[in-house]
């Protein structure tokens, strides 16, 4: 191995925006990945795993024009000078798998896929360079009953978490913001970069309520910082007409007829979209999907249309939606807000397309995995803490040549599934103790030359020790006392080591 | 996003030597994982995760004498410059986060790590640029009480992964080859190149045998595709003194004592090291892991001394071990070989002084996951069959206008754990029965307007179906029969449904 270029000690650190993960966050993230896992297979969903490099093309992140990768993904170059990239996202690389593998695929089809991508964008808190998604996607099917399946799937799945009456899932229609945007005439071609920047305003609203999102449609607006934002232009007929929309907030009172509801709810709707196509296509669209959701048993408290759910993605063509977390969290500038989105997804009928001459309907969502599990911890999720684990047993070593006796009382303990190791460093009994106490260990098995004549061993429940440490008051005290501490004969070590363990787990 | 560069339509395919994986394989080789986890934390060891970007100094993964790294990793330059890269292994990456974390990690720090790492190299037949390694190791024990733990976790890993009787673990010390080397008068930095040749000599006496060793310790060696392999340009006697070396082969016969074996096995390797102090420490620590091993019940049959094991990497200090499988199977060339390494490790004190002013010993191991695999699907592993897992219960979708009732039935099932999902394609009866067999459903549930006037639905048991279908000849007698369809009532449907679940799994 080459020597390290800058020093003679090189500095131990992470790249900025990545992090190591411990045990317990491991453990307490599995739990939630399995119960997720559980959800998605129980909708007929299978898992599919693809490799975390793909050919840059195939991402669709080259930079419009050039010959290169968008910087917001880490490329290099293969040997034959082809573009390769870090997966950035779990989407891309299905379209690339269902393509690659059409015929063979039953259609519908339903996979789901977990897993770390990577964004080479700058870092900041909460904001990782690598983190975890979790996506399920419904391929083939055309039908928003799909849309509809994916937005069920969303609340089960958070039920399931433990957050039930914490989430609500907002869906909206791309169709019906295209429609608004025709009947303002910002239709064709030429105005795509006006109708994302109309997008991006909308996005804004849970943030910047509806005055800075109307100066955000008109001249652009100015932030606390001073930084000025362009605005999108518009003038003030069309400012009012897209205002007017997003403030359709559904709001049924009491506990009437919900699918009477929708109806009179979208007969609402029409005028903003005037006469577009497209706009009443995904107003129908909208509509539909809330029927099939009441008549599933998805009320509105759990899943509802939005007009202000727009997500960031370019490639959505129709339904999208969003799963966010109701209840108040404290944000970086003291300020009481809602916990906001973990999850969201939409129609992308496109993306499979780009590979076939045909095109291939698809619909799905994404779990933001780090989000969620923070969500978790703050609402204090049983399923975070699981069942307490031992440490293992520890056998000390206190005379080093019969290292050989003191491995052979370690095998015993295994063989009878009991976790248990070797005390493997070079310090003395106390700092040996001391290893056990940090590692959690029930208890400590103790052989001196005494005990070993006597075929016995010391066995000190750690657990019992502490608790009877805190009513001693003396190191004299505690050497007369030695609570929780007793000899046994060696061959019944193992069944007195299950009884501590029965005692405490 | 910006549009594909090459073609209108992308060719959908995965850069050489990554590759896919669909649900049953992961689910198999989940169970494996899931062993191999059990097995370490059995024996103490704690699950870490690092990322999957490191600095590249931090791998020490730079040409030697140069600014840019070895073409053997995936690298490319943070927007300060600073060269990143894929891990290589999850060596590197432990002993980076030992050295970052010191003060707060206890010690010895058992520690496992599973994950994919990355080789940017020429992929061939079970050679993957992406592949996934399983790691154990402990940081901060000096002795060699450790290295036979390590031993005896590989070994009792294998056991429980059901390959009892089919592997060894043999082990080895770079210590012995170093006196071996000091012997012949290959010692000095300025001889390290020449060393190097000979441990890679060595390394091939399995595939090539003693004459072919013999040829590259001495002129080089030509070989049937006629290229020529440079030789480490030793004497005859020098050769001798080597080969002499790895044909020690223990083996011990019968059931004698042996501890007695290992202390006269041993006692014949002084020679080969002559007066080297580093050779005759080597042949303690060997021994004494020989002895330990004995005594926690390891025998020769599971864990031996071998001298030809040498591990490829320049890393190692001390003892190296590696884990066989000893059954047969049939190589590229139609010859019949020893299936071979699936783990292997050794001990490393220097990685983690890298980046510290003072040494911290560390020994640890790998398994190659993949080939684990591969090596539990030859021996038809029950392991990976697992127990089958019914498909979803499909239902079908007979008149588009009702969708929202089928989506009530699936909410049903799934509100009682069953697995199911609506058709959500747009074809037809024929095709619908076709996607449910593709699914591997255990029934579908079908409602036409007939049975929902009626408040009932039809079950299907298609496993049942299946087999009635090998008895009948004819499309008429098929209908008149209509074996495994009954009609039941709706609100009987989840009971029906669990009894044709219980039935089949």
Sequence with gaps: MAEPKKADTLKPRLPRGLVDRRADEIAAQGRMLETIRASFELYGFEALETPF?????????????????????????????????LRYDLTAPLARHVAENFDALPKPYRSFRNGYVFRNEKPGPGRFRQFMQFDADIVGAASVAADAEICMLMADTLDKLGLAGQYVVKV?????????????????????????????????????????????LGPGRKDESGDFTKGAGLDEAAISRILAYVSFQAAPTGEGDRIAFWDQFFGSWSDVVGDSETGREGIAELHVMMRLCEAAGYGFDRIRADPSVVRGLEYYTGPVYEAELTFPVTNEAGETVRFGSVAGGGRYDGLVGRFRAEPVPATGFSIGVSRLFSALQLTGSPLLQGKAKPGPVVVLVLDRENIADYQRLVALLRAENIRAELY?????????????????????????????????????????????AEGISSNAEWKAARPAQFSVKEDEMVARVKEVLARHF
């Design 53 to 85: 490099i793909e050919y840059t093309e195939a991402l669709g992140k080259f930079l419009p024009d050039l010959d290169r990768p968008n910087e917001g993904v880490f490329s290099f170059q293969d040997d034959d000078e082809s573009w390769l990239s």
């Design 172 to 216: 909206n229609n791309r169709k019906v913001l295209d429609g608004v945007m025709e009947a303002i005439g910002l239709s064709g071609p030429d105005k795509a970069g006006q109708r994302l920047t109309v997008l991006r305003a909308i996005d804004k609203l849970d943030r910047l309520g509806a005055e800075g999102v109307r100066l955000l």
């Design 424 to 468: 493997l460093g070079g310090s003395g009994m106390k700092a040996q103790m001391k290893y056990a106490d940090r590692r959690g260990s029930p208890c400590a098995i103790i052989q001196g030359s005494n005990e070993r004549e006597a075929g016995e061993v010391q066995i000190k429940d750690l657990i019992e020790g502490a608790k009877a």
